[in-house]
Nanobody, 124 residues
Framework: QVQLVESGGGLVQAGGSLRLSCAAS??????????MGWFRQAPGKEREFVAA????????LYAESVKGRFTISRINAENTVYLQMNSLKPEDTATYYC???????????????WGQGTQVTVSS
């Protein structure tokens, strides 16, 4: 059974940085075309796509709002995906979720496994 566990959230001032981790267990992923994505959801808003990476090739997708500030990466040996977040803004405040999909995709409906979420709060 696949499990995803996020960590690394916290409180940071605007302009600061955080690194989120998503550890996947249940099977090896490094040879798969599957995608691991990060989404976020602020109170009263829908879950929105942030970034995604394909396990086997490392190909990436980013939301326009985070391009140039966030970097998604994976370490196959650790079965872990990271989201390095720099130049954080108050509007980045949300609960961040990692998810696993059969393909590299921005669409939340294509993700069939989710972690429990980690809170990121950016103060102004």
């Amino acid at each position: 059974q696949v499990q995803l566990v996020e960590s690394g959230g916290g409180l940071v001032q605007a302009g600061g940085s955080l690194r989120l981790s998503c550890a996947a267990s249940g099977r090896p992923f490094h040879t798969d075309a599957m995608g691991m994505g990060w989404f976020r959801q602020a109170p009263g808003k829908e879950r929105e796509f942030v970034a995604a990476v394909r396990w086997d090739t490392g190909s990436t997708l980013y939301a326009e709002s985070v391009k140039g500030r966030f970097t998604i990466s994976r370490i196959n040996a650790e079965n872990t995906v990271y989201l390095q977040m720099n130049s954080l803004k108050p509007e980045d405040t949300a609960t961040y979720y990692c998810g696993l999909a059969w393909v590299l995709t921005r669409t939340a409906d294509n993700y069939n496994h989710w972690g429990q979420g980690t809170q990121v709060t950016v103060s102004s």
